[in-house]
């Protein structure tokens, strides 16, 4: 995914208070993506800011798989 179909899909904002019913809210959007198998929500105090991380790990899976030819020929 790029960064602005991420960004459009997490209800976190700049300028948002941040809460945990944020926090919970942006990791279930992340992982309703199917495209991820961890997601983790870091948050930093910055100046008079939040800073918040999003720690992901992808979820690769293989799909379809065809094998032409006879059987027992491999």
Do not use: C, H, W
Request: hydrophobic fraction near 50%; charged fraction near 25%; charge should be negative.
């Amino acid at each position: 995914l790029r960064e602005s179909e991420i960004t459009a899909i997490l209800p976190i904002r700049p300028g948002d208070v941040l809460d945990e019913t944020q926090v919970r809210a942006t990791m279930q959007a992340v992982f309703r993506t199917g495209r991820f198998l961890y997601v983790e929500v870091d948050a930093f105090p910055a100046a008079d800011e939040v800073e918040v991380v999003i720690k992901t790990t992808f979820a690769f899976f293989i799909g379809n798989v065809d094998v032409d030819g006879a059987p027992g020929a491999i």
